[in-house]
């Protein structure tokens, strides 16, 4: 398995960002995929879930209403679009696979003025 996140970076208060995460090494389209983020000194949390066909998400409650999770199965890859971000947003994204399992390497979100 191996996930790899982007587009990451730093935002202003009430802008917005998209983050990619490209899958391979296993079926992509037979799975759930879910974002995970971390902010400094805290337990990564989760975010958002969108089952194999995309016809299922959840969210949150810190990021619902703001948060779309998304996904491409012809292109492996997952997403999560952000719209208002907040300045407690501010966190490293992680992109996981519950089964079979794994993680990516992250993405850092930065929300500041």
């Known amino acids: 398995v191996q996930l790899a996140e982007s587009g990451g970076g730093l935002v202003q208060p009430g802008g917005s960002l998209t983050l990619s995460c490209a899958a391979s090494g296993f079926t992509f389209s037979r799975y759930a995929m879910s974002w995970y983020r971390q902010a400094p000194g805290t337990e990564r949390e989760f975010v958002a879930v969108?089952?194999?066909?995309?016809?299922?998400?959840n969210y949150a409650d810190s990021v619902k209403g703001r948060f779309t999770i998304s996904r491409d199965n012809s292109k492996n890859t997952v997403f999560l679009q952000m719209l208002s971000l907040k300045p407690e947003d501010t966190a490293v994204y992680y992109c996981?696979?519950?089964?079979?399992?794994?993680w990516g390497q992250g993405t850092r979100v930065t929300v500041s003025s």
């Open positions: 996981h696979v519950p089964a079979p399992g794994g």
């Open positions: 969108i089952l194999s066909t995309g016809g299922y998400t």
